[in-house]
């Protein structure tokens, strides 16, 4: 099946555009062990999301251990909830290669996040893939984006000219676009650009992204294809033993309001 499709269904599903972003920081845990705390916050959340994202840092910085668990938190996500693994990858094509393979053969994403900026031929192995997803690095939600990203190039934005070429590259129907919630009127450019593509949008809650934008600017004419990453404010609603339920209720608040945006859209 491919990512698309199984993201939709399970969107479907769930009546839910609501991703959560699994980025397990043991300073900020209750006392749990990285495996148990994800397992919990999976079985809490499953029935609220369109998809998981885990980003492959937190699992690296934890030692040895970190793939072993990011692995075994990927097998334990239900089947027919998609999982995207965070790991803006991009390298010259041979690297590339060997990124794509470990990240959708070896883990088994559902799709992954890439970073553009050595062109087409590192993106490519990726895409090959064609069931998988690629979400490109397009306009993203750190305050520092605006380093480059706004840069102009013959005219245009850089954004903008990734947004375009992105869209160009689409042959598979697989690319998607990762835009900050941050950043409300590009990601409402983005979307003009690429009225079909699948966005991925990160920046709500401790980044401080507007939800109600980010949902309205977001999703495509039929009010799909916008997936709202949320990570701290629900992986860490509470301190306590108490914090899967309070995951929980959290998540089912911004599903909620992501749902309510979409009915007044």
Sequence with gaps: ????????NASRKNKSWLCIGLDPDPELMPGVDVLQFNKAIIESTCDLVCAYKPNLAF?????????????????????DIPVIGDAKRGDIGNTARAYARALFSVLNFDAATVNPYLGFDSIEPFINYQDKGVFILCRT?????????????????????????AKEWNTYDNIGLVVGATY???????????????????????QGGDLASAVGYGVDARGEKAIINVSRQILYASKERDFAQAARSVAEKIRNQINDYLKAK
């Design 184 to 206: 409300p009127e590009e990601l409402k450019k983005v979307r003009s650009i690429c009225p079909e593509m699948l966005l991925l949008i990160p920046g709500i809650g401790a």
């Design 59 to 79: 699992y690296e910085a934890i030692g040895t251990e970190g793939p072993a668990i990011l692995e075994k938190t990927i097998k334990y996500i239900p089947g």
């Design 141 to 165: 939600s750190n305050q520092g984006a605006t380093d480059f990203q706004n840069l102009c190039t013959n005219g245009t934005l850089l954004y903008e000219a990734v947004a375009q070429k």
């Design 1 to 8: 099946m491919k990512f698309s499709d199984k993201l939709l």
